[in-house]
């Protein structure tokens, strides 16, 4: 028999006894590890952001050997869902240059923005979510939630968190889609209080020109929101609060900064 399995005669026997492979026990550890990073990051990570984490950990591990352990454990990160952009470009304010032709990689912060508003369902009424990133860290500088869509409470309050935070020290691209929000009298009256930045759009009916934008809110609502049930809009706050400000920017693996976070990058950046 030990033959045909091709296993030896000692390793037949030690199975007798129960004896676990050195194998075995290694796959226990590092399962043990995978079940904490996967607990850590709320169900988010799947198995690339896994390894990567335990990599950093200096635990060395492969992608396809976290897969296959979280596969027979069946852990799974949490699943995305379509994701639809509505943006209301139906007005008759004036539309910007597309300045940034989807360069989405600059040098250093500061030297683009890109921004989006998405609505968040809760059981006591619709909640609204403007964000603002920089291109450089992909960091989230500002954002603003409200129950409103006008321009006050939307655009122009995130864009003021996003100077405040990092104020504008050279020329700026400040990209957004078309949406009446942006194109409206009060947000580039707002604009024009910082002569550094330059706005730009996407070009009509082109979702790629703010993919960015568009991939956080697709990250936000698979990682954040789908499968939470608010109440209402103070509980949809602080779970949005959390993701942005604990988890995305301080925490968050992101595959495009070479499975770094925000707050690393940024501080990489700025040496």
């Known amino acids: 028999m030990c033959e045909v399995f091709q296993v030896s005669r000692s390793g037949y026997y030690d199975s007798l006894k129960g004896t676990v492979s050195k194998r075995a026990k290694e796959n226990q550890e590092l399962l043990s590890l995978i079940k904490e990073e996967h607990k850590k990051s709320k ?29 027979q454990a069946q852990i799974k990160a949490r699943m995305v869902k379509s994701f639809r952009v509505c943006t209301d470009s139906k007005h008759s304010f004036a539309v910007s240059e597309n300045l940034l032709n989807r360069n989405f990689s600059p040098m250093t912060t500061g030297q683009a923005w890109v921004s989006d508003i998405t609505y968040i ?27 409103t869509m006008r321009a006050k409470h939307t ?25 009446v929000q942006y194109a409206c ?19 009509r009916a ?48 992101h595959s495009s900064l070479g499975y770094r976070t925000p707050k690393q990058m940024e501080e990489m950046l700025n040496i």
Not at 167 to 178: G, T, Y
Not at 221 to 226: F, I, L, S
């Open 185 to 203: 009298d009060e947000f580039r009256k707002e604009l024009q209080v910082y002569p550094l930045i330059r706005q730009s759009m996407s070009r």
């Open 121 to 147: 369902r809760t059981l006591a009424g619709w909640l609204y979510l403007t964000v603002v990133l920089d291109l450089a860290d992909r960091k989230v500088i500002g954002w603003a939630l409200s129950e």
């Open 155 to 179: 655009t122009v309050a995130a864009l003021k968190m996003a100077v405040r935070n990092r104020p504008v020290a050279q020329d700026l691209i400040f990209h957004s889609d078309r949406g």
């Open 43 to 71: 169900q988010r990570y799947g198995s690339p952001r896994i390894s990567e984490a335990l990599k950093a950990k200096e635990v060395k591990v492969s992608r396809p050997r976290v897969a296959r352990l979280m596969k």
């Open 206 to 253: 082109n979702c790629w020109d703010n993919a960015v934008a568009e991939s956080f809110f697709k990250s936000l609502k698979t990682e954040g929101v789908y499968g939470s049930r608010f109440e209402n809009q103070r509980a949809a706050a602080v779970e949005i609060f959390e993701y942005i400000e604990i988890f995305y920017n301080r925490e968050r693996l």
